[in-house]
């Protein structure tokens, strides 16, 4: 069966995954371009990292608006089994995905006794660092505005937000692609097991 691709983003309350939580999770449907994006209240907002909300450029009362995560788990599950497709042919693509958000999302499946489903991830820097050496460029930086830059694709405005995002990073998929650089060998398989 083919592989459905999916491009995700996460804004957290801070870098610690099982201590800070998911504020925002934003998906984007690679096969029809549909996106979804849900708010998350955190249960924990002493735990609220000042430089998260500076980084998002929210406010705790933002951040009082969201939903519940049961809400947000099942809204992202009903979204991703749209495809009729099981957790082996959907792959989940993100920038710095595997070292941050996957944590993240495993997490918050987890936490409300749900396992995530999809099991293959691309991240998008170590693509990109693909197609830096492809074509002999240099760059010590890989944030996914100067991977979007490097590919010639201006990115969106809202650096930060899931929404503004996941749009990028579905740019900087489709430009590499364009550019002849395989993701094969990027995608990882990491199902999610409940701890």
């Given at each position: 069966m083919a592989i459905n691709y999916y491009i995700l983003d996460t804004e957290t309350t801070g870098t610690k995954h099982g201590y800070h939580e998911i504020t925002q999770i934003a998906i984007i449907r690679a096969s029809d371009r549909v996106q979804m994006n849900k708010y998350i209240k955190p249960q924990f907002l002493?735990?609220?990292?000042?430089?998260?909300l500076t980084y998002t450029g929210r406010t705790m009362a933002d951040l009082e608006k969201g939903g519940t995560k049961e809400e947000a788990v099942q809204l992202c599950n009903n979204f991703l089994k749209e495809d009729g497709a099981d957790s082996e042919d959907r792959c989940i693509i993100g920038h710095n995905i595997v070292v941050f958000d996957k944590r993240f999302i495993h997490h918050l499946w987890g936490s409300v006794g749900e396992t995530f489903p999809a099991n293959l991830w691309l991240d998008t820097i170590p693509y990109t660092k693909a197609f830096i050496k492809a074509k002999g460029l240099t760059s010590k930086k890989y944030s996914?505005?100067?991977?979007?830059?490097?590919?010639g694709v201006t990115p969106k405005e809202g650096a930060h937000n899931a929404v503004s995002d996941t749009q990028n990073n579905y740019l900087l998929w489709e430009a590499l692609k364009k550019e002849g650089i395989?993701?094969?060998?990027?995608?990882?398989?990491?199902?999610h097991v409940i701890e």
């Open positions: 002493d735990r609220v990292s000042p430089d998260a996914l505005n100067i991977a979007c830059e490097l590919v395989p993701s094969l060998p990027h995608i990882k398989r990491m199902a």
